[in-house]
């Protein structure tokens, strides 16, 4: 089983030919909204990936909340740890231009709520061997403590260091798991990559505690480092329309590899694909992937390890 503890928003997502610069006005060419928060998307992938899954976390008393829970509810992730609080549901402002790219404001609204009860809740439901997702779009003290106490339990941690922060590089060293882009962990280690030879070698170094590190590379796919074995995941090739939430959609296909028993270059494999099927619609939740679309695509011969 997956337990999410994280983020729920809705996404206000505006498309437009570039973006604009500091204080620019450039007009869009379309609007939605649609539900999104890296907690919520990354539940939602997991459970479009075949897995159980629960979301704990926090909505407001607004008009955005049922929106904001509505595909979570009709996919049948367990929503019973979601509480409605006073205040505003979490927002996210999205631009998006015409090749996919896009920048991000987030309003914390409801994520800010949540507390160390919702972690012993969340670490009630599941037992050793389980998986625990996590994100940083809600409070730090909130996950540090998920971390440490998830560990003490035995529950598999999965950190999704996003967005970065000056406390991520305390955060990782708890995970069991850490998924990052490849700016973040040059962030976390505080070095920049001139090519892939010096990443591979700073993540097998940084995987030598015990840990497993993997780094997202967009079009590039998948580097990752576990138990002294270096793997490789190539994307597929595709031409991406809004690359809003594919990140979370390779977060939790991995967690749903990994929890359904597929070693883990299959999983990682799996999840890129997922993560590029992501990429050709718009929208955050919207865009993941159900299984089915997936397995068509996956090409597990595109792995390799060294």
């Known amino acids: 089983m997956i337990v999410v503890l994280g983020s729920i928003n809705m996404d206000l997502v505006a498309t437009m030919s570039r973006l604009p610069s500091c204080g620019e006005t450039v007009a869009g060419r379309s609007f939605a909204m649609a539900a999104g928060g890296k907690g919520a998307n990354q539940a939602l992938a997991a459970r479009r990936a075949g897995r159980d899954v629960a979301m704990f976390g926090a909505v407001g008393n607004d008009e955005f909340s049922k929106k904001a829970l509505a595909l979570l509810q009709h996919s049948n992730v367990d929503l019973r740890g979601v509480r409605k609080v006073e205040g505003t549901t979490g927002l996210a402002f999205v631009l998006v231009r015409e090749d996919g790219e896009n920048m991000i404001a987030i309003v914390p609204g409801a994520n800010e709520a949540i507390t160390l009860d919702d972690v012993t809740?969340?670490?009630d439901r599941i037992g050793s061997g389980d998986i625990l997702l996590l994100q940083q779009e809600i409070?730090?003290?909130?996950v540090e403590y998920a971390l440490m106490e998830a560990r003490r339990r035995g529950i598999v941690t999965c950190l999704n260091?996003?967005?970065f922060g000056p406390e991520s590089s305390r955060l990782a060293q708890l995970a069991d798991i850490v998924i990052a882009n490849q700016?973040?962990?040059?962030a976390l280690i505080g070095q920049h990559f001139s090519d892939s030879s010096e990443l591979e070698a700073a993540l097998l170094l940084k995987a030598k505690d015990g840990s497993s590190f993997v780094v997202t590379l967009g079009a590039e796919g998948?580097?990752?480092?576990?138990?002294g074995v270096l793997h490789r995941a190539a994307s597929l090739k595709i031409d991406?329309?809004?690359t809003v939430g594919a990140g979370d959609t390779f977060c939790g296909y991995l967690a749903a590899g990994l929890d359904q028993g597929l070693d883990f270059a299959t999983s990682l494999q799996r999840a890129?694909?997922?993560?590029?099927?992501?990429?050709?619609?718009?929208?955050a939740q919207p865009a993941i992937p159900h299984l089915a679309e997936v397995e068509h695509s996956f090409a597990p011969v595109a792995n390799s390890e060294t």
């Open 121 to 123: 809740r969340a670490l």
């Open 183 to 186: 700016t973040e962990f040059e």
């Open 222 to 227: 998948v580097v990752a480092a576990r138990n």
């Open 240 to 242: 991406a329309v809004d």
């Open 161 to 163: 260091i996003a967005p």
């Open 139 to 142: 409070p730090i003290g909130v």
């Open 272 to 283: 890129v694909c997922a993560a590029a099927l992501a990429c050709t619609r718009t929208g």
